[in-house]
């Protein structure tokens, strides 16, 4: 990658989504325009190899609640998202379900689990 | 039919009502939820991405996550909480104020971008397999991304403005990562389809007109609809409640009194909110309000907040000099290094940097004892809150 890149990108960290300027310099990362920290990571991270936070629905055994909600603990690199889809749209969990709880722990060595993000009761 | 006496009924039980509910417990006073649905939750309970709680738990939730730890603070203040039932009017009496409540659900409405989202996330249904959305609005740009990742194919984004009007990070993630394409200053001027939509004709705006000649058209099967969300006030209105025709929501006072004594307005129900964590904390300063009122303290004094220059509307409408609080605002332009002025009789008061402003993003100003210290209060004086 030539070092002369600079690279305009809103962070989505969070919903305020600072306007940042990332470029390379002297073999480090520069980030620009961050509010706070989480913001010069992710500029890094962007910059470097872009991840995303994934959140999706798996199947469930439940006819009153058909869809469990899930969520990444972290975000994960963009190019394993698709896989990770069909991974959790091919599972089907049993009730009941607490919120926090790991359906898939460390995805792919990446330190990453994929949780729960709904209590769900079984059937009464 | 059932009677019960409480000291507040806190109509919906989203991120609002339960954050107004838990702070008029944390009072002391009693407290009771009406909500509809058969679950606490509210909208959040379909929204499954995350966002949520940044604010309010310092922790970046999924919406079901921000809902469930509400939930927990609604328990543990022993809030009542009457689910299933819906307040079908708000009435005076010698003992107050009454709920008329009945056991049910409504029935769903028309195919919006919010109905496509419950559909998928709670029902498990995907409505189509081609889809073209209408308007920018941030429910629209998440079902953008959620459509694509349940393997359908997304089209465009038309918007009729030339900017956004979802939030900038939703566009980055939802739209930019799947090349979605965004058509400001794009209008659909045509559906055309037998039993279900074949394809739709995009138009862009010239001089505010769609152009006919550059029209193309996209065939899809389905359109989904995110062209902002609208306060639901019918109960509102049908109590007598002054409605603002810019917020669609309730006029209210320093106090987030509506124009009845004794009704309080706040969260998606008074102004629509970005943001579940605004709503959360407007909500819990709107529940103290009303536990000072029931306490019969009562604002000396009240200041009328005018929206001036590029600014759509300020919520509350009124400010109280002795106690200033937060105030929320819309713009009505997109700009960087946007400055917000404030004046009382003509002299700025205050003045703020702002480093990007834009109508989808909610701009929130707190003034402080200090700040009003100075003021020189006529009997007509006026809050004219601009930006330039």
């Known amino acids: 990658m030539s070092a002369a890149e600079t690279k305009e990108m809103i962070c989505i960290s969070c919903p305020i989504g600072c306007r940042m300027t990332v470029y390379e310099e002297n073999g480090s990362i520069v980030v620009k325009g961050n509010k706070c920290g989480r913001g010069k990571v992710y500029g890094e991270e962007e910059y470097l190899a872009p991840k995303r936070m994934v959140t999706c629905t798996v199947a469930t055994d439940s006819e009153e609640f058909p869809r469990l909600p899930v969520r990444t603990t972290a975000s994960i690199p963009k190019e394993t998202i698709d896989e990770l889809l069909q991974e959790l749209y091919s599972m089907k969990i049993t009730l009941p379900v607490k919120r926090g709880s790991s359906l898939i722990e460390n995805y792919h060595d ?10 769900l009761p079984g059937r009464a | 039919m059932q009677e019960r006496t409480y000291d507040v009924a806190v109509i919906g039980g989203g991120a609002a009502g339960m954050a107004a509910a838990v702070e008029v417990r944390r009072q002391g006073l009693s407290c009771a939820i009406v909500e509809r649905e058969n ?42 909480v009457f689910l299933s039932t819906t307040v079908d009017s708000i009435e005076e009496s010698e003992h107050g104020k009454e709920l008329f409540c009945s056991p049910g659900t409504r029935p769903a ?12 996330n709670v029902e498990g249904y995907i409505p189509g397999k081609n889809v073209v959305i209408v308007g920018s609005g941030d429910i629209g740009l998440i079902m953008a991304r959620r459509m694509t990742w349940v393997g359908a194919k997304v089209h ?5 403005q030339p900017y956004p009007a979802g939030l900038t990070r939703n566009i980055v993630q939802c739209l930019n ?24 004709t995009v138009s862009p705006l010239v001089n505010g007109i769609p152009d006919e000649e550059q029209s193309f058209e996209i065939p899809c099967d389905t359109l989904l609809l995110s062209v902002g969300l609208v306060p639901e ?18 006029v209210v006072d320093s106090t ?40 019969n303290k009562k604002p000396n004094r009240q200041v009328r907040i005018k929206a001036g220059a590029n600014v759509r509307y300020v919520s509350p409408g009124m400010i109280n000099p002795e106690s200033p609080d ?24 205050k003045e703020k940097k702002l480093s990007h402003v834009q109508p989808s993003e909610m701009v929130s100003v707190k003034l402080t004892p200090k700040d009003v210290e100075n003021w020189t209060l006529e009997p007509d004086s006026i809050l004219e809150v601009s930006v330039q």
């Open chain 1, 110 to 119: 990446t330190g990453v689990d994929i949780i729960a993000t709904m209590t």
């Open chain 2, 39 to 80: 679950q606490l939750g509210g909208i959040l309970m379909q929204c499954i991405h995350n966002g949520f709680g940044v604010q309010e738990f310092k922790q970046e939730l999924s919406g079901p996550e921000f809902a469930e730890e509400f939930m927990d603070l609604v328990a543990d203040a022993n809030t009542d």
């Open chain 2, 109 to 120: 409405g028309v195919f919006t971008a919010g109905l496509a989202q419950r559909l998928v």
């Open chain 2, 156 to 160: 465009g984004v038309v918007e009729i």
């Open chain 2, 177 to 200: 990562d799947f090349k979605i394409p965004l058509y400001l200053s794009h209008v659909v001027s045509r559906i055309d389809g037998q039993n279900r939509v074949e394809k739709v």
């Open chain 2, 233 to 250: 006030n019918e109960l509102s209105e049908n109590a007598g409640v002054d409605i603002s025709p810019i917020t669609s929501g309730a």
């Open chain 2, 256 to 295: 987030m009194m509506t124009s009845i004594p004794g009704i309080f307005s706040c969260g998606n129900v008074l102004h629509v909110h970005d943001l579940a964590d605004y709503a959360a904390e407007e909500a819990r300063r709107t529940g103290a309000y009303a536990v000072a009122w029931i306490q």
């Open chain 2, 326 to 349: 937060k105030m929320y605002l819309r713009t009505l332009i997109v700009k960087n290094n946007a400055q917000l002025v404030m004046k009382v009789n003509n002299t700025i008061v």
